[in-house]
């Protein structure tokens, strides 16, 4: 009997594993029917910085196995006063919140960081992750979505001054084949519709999986450079393409457009590929194999629009802008 309980309780942490690094995608109790999910749009002012990051989620006892940790919590928790001190117009994020997006416990330390936002008057606009739906899918997002009831299943936009934002759900396993029709159809739209308006001068667009990675641990995902890549490239006003689940920083250039991932808001580091390894040419000058902990701001300088790269140092005591890239207004 033993041996039974060992052996099954191998294959149940192999398995976390494996949905924990994206090799396998599981979802128990999905919905798998009713109406799609109307796309949301939401305004917040103009004039200061908006605040991007990802992967915020504490490690699994699978991963602790594959990967080794790095005084995770102390860089989440810098980052995340670091982010509280600016003071921003608003706060993306890429997913991968909590662990575990069923576990209410898992969400004590998200709750308290976007209630402080809240009393400040500072607007948080997440999108899932494939953690938030790991083993109990329609469990996890619940809890994503009582807490984010404007965070539409399939998609919604943010204006921002002159920014434009779009959000999109990447976990298109949760999607019905409707819903998957519907998004797409609502992201050309808004596309259209934003390359048409004169208020605004740059799109950002964001979702949770990473079309271009160099990670050793999560494959980059087809799916997205499939359908949102595309139009993505199409519309002048698209600048800027930020995801997560790759826990590292890498900045890639593809169809002349720039694409960051920015997977290093305290979740396990990630080694990538890099000098002849890789798969696709990384920007960023710094090629160690594993990335500190950061996230991204975007603000205006003048008649640009700049986006750095805030980085926690070595030693853990602070973060330094490492990395910048800007757009003409």
């Given amino acids: 009997m033993r041996k039974k309980w060992g052996i099954a309780l191998w294959v149940v942490t192999a398995l976390i594993l494996a949905m924990a690094t994206g090799v396998v995608s599981v979802c128990l109790f999905c919905s798998t029917g009713g109406t799609p999910v109307t796309a949301r749009r939401a305004r917040v002012p103009g004039g200061a910085s908006l605040i991007f990051l990802s992967d915020t989620q504490s490690p699994l006892l699978p991963e602790r196995l594959l990967l080794s940790e790095n005084r995770n919590s102390e860089a989440r928790d810098l980052i995340l006063g670091a982010i509280r001190r600016e003071q921003p117009a608003a706060v993306f994020h890429c997913g991968d919140l909590v662990s575990l997006g069923f576990c209410n416990r898992d969400w004590s330390r998200m709750d308290a960081f976007v209630e402080r936002l809240n009393a400040e008057e500072i607007p948080f606009f997440p999108v899932l992750g494939n953690h938030e739906l790991m083993l109990l899918a329609r469990e996890g997002e619940e809890r994503f979505q009582t807490r984010y009831p404007h965070a539409s299943r399939t998609g919604y936009s943010v204006r921002a001054g002159c920014v434009g934002v779009v959000l999109l759900n990447s976990n298109f396993t949760v999607l019905t084949e409707q819903e998957i029709r519907r998004q797409q159809e609502w992201y050309d739209s808004t596309l259209t519709g934003m390359e048409a308006d004169t ?34 490239l199409q519309h002048d006003k698209c600048k800027l393409l930020i995801s997560g689940h790759a826990h590292a920083f890498e900045h890639f250039v593809e169809g002349g457009k720039d694409f960051l991932v920015i997977g290093g808001g305290g979740a396990l580091q990630q080694p990538l590929y890099t000098g002849n390894e890789q798969k696709w040419m990384d920007r960023f000058p710094d090629q160690h194999e594993k990335r500190m902990f950061h996230y991204a701001r975007c603000g205006v300088d003048g008649d640009s629009l700049r986006v750095t790269i805030h980085m926690v140092d070595e030693g853990f005591s602070s973060l330094h802008e490492v990395y910048a890239l800007s757009f003409g207004l």
């Fill in 199 to 232: 208020a605004l001068h740059t799109v950002i667009v964001v979702c949770h999986h990473s079309p271009f990675t160099n990670s050793k641990i999560v494959s980059p995902s087809e799916s997205v450079r499939r359908r949102f890549v595309p139009l993505f």
